[in-house]
């Protein structure tokens, strides 16, 4: 039997939407997982097992095949323990197909069946409201971030159905703080600061690491047009010391992860896993966006997602001095 379940992923600053396809069929039993799938994501189908069978379920003694598409697209992380489960039993027959339509699934399992925290939820929360879904499962420690996003609703009918719990949340009055207490807290690292859910909810931590202990300055801390801070990593100023991910309070490794600015095309060449842009003149630049390398024309119509857009423009206006 087949069936779908809608997850995301993060890659950089970049999120996507992916198809988690799950079909059971008649033969030797086996359980493989293919999409360009990483070493995290190939061992979600021992921790599945495990947490189905302790959870009172009976894998199906069958081949069970899963494909997490677009299959171009690299998949890192635990995030797509849940929905892989979930089209599990829904292939089963135990979860009803009705119930994963319009539904975004993301969090990783632990071998008792719990469900655990997840990094990039809110990204990939905003990205599912953007393209109409309205209901997000997320684990119990990300449910603040992914509650941020207006106009999710909570799953708790789901919830109720498959783990047995109500799935309740409230936005707290600290939610709201000034742009300038948050500067004023630069790089002070409290405890909130290590839940992804709490810091982008009570926003009392701006976290520029990166930038401060980089010797060779090659994370720049750029400011956006909204008042907003990214970072980006310049390609020519790093010798790839290591120290920003060493000091990085995330799990994370900025100089991979951040969005580049590069000065070379051997530079944008050699580094196939870093998202970012070369600058070509004039207009266009060369861009890396999930994968796809691509050339865009800043003056008219592009396939660069709006904040790309905008982060690219301020670096080439604002900041031509690491052009």
């Not at 021992?46 to 003694?61: D, H, I, S, T, Y």
């Amino acid at each position: 039997m087949y069936s779908t379940v809608i997850s995301g992923g993060l890659r950089g600053i970049y999120s996507y939407l992916v198809q988690v396809e799950v079909d059971i069929s008649q033969g030797l039993p086996g359980f493989e997982m293919v999409g360009y799938l990483g070493s995290e994501v190939k061992e979600a189908k021992e921790r599945v097992k495990v947490a189905l069978k302790n959870a009172g379920f009976v894998m199906p003694a069958g081949k069970v095949t899963v494909n997490i598409s677009p299959a171009d697209i690299p998949k890192e992380g635990t995030a797509y323990d849940l929905p892989v489960a979930a089209a599990v039993l829904c292939s089963m027959g135990v979860v009803p197909k009705e119930s994963l339509r319009g539904l975004l699934m993301t969090g990783e399992l632990g071998l008792n069946g719990e469900l655990r925290a997840v990094r990039g939820v809110l990204p990939v929360v905003r990205k599912a409201k953007a393209a109409g879904f309205k209901r997000c499962i997320v684990p119990k420690d990300n449910e603040k971030e992914g509650a941020v996003v207006e106009g999710i609703a909570d799953a708790q009918w789901f919830a109720n159905a498959v783990i047995g719990a109500a799935h309740k949340f409230e936005i707290p009055a600290k939610a709201v703080a000034s742009r300038e207490d948050a500067i004023a807290k630069k790089g002070i690292l409290c405890e909130s600061a290590k839940c992804e859910g709490d810091r982008c909810l009570a926003c009392n931590v701006v976290c520029q690491a990166c930038a401060d202990v980089c010797p060779n300055r090659a994370n720049v801390v750029v400011e956006l047009p909204d008042g907003r801070h990214e970072i980006l990593h310049v390609d020519r100023m790093c010798n790839e010391c290591g120290n920003c991910a060493i000091f990085c309070p995330y799990d994370s490794a900025p100089y991979r992860d951040k969005f580049t600015l590069f000065k070379t095309r051997e530079g944008f060449d050699e580094s196939v896993n870093n998202q970012g842009f070369l600058p070509l003149g004039g207009s266009k630049v060369l861009v890396r966006l999930e994968g796809k390398v691509f050339e865009a024309d800043l003056n008219g119509k592009n396939d660069l997602p709006a904040d790309i857009e905008v982060f690219i423009l301020t670096v080439l206006n604002k900041y031509t001095y690491l052009l």
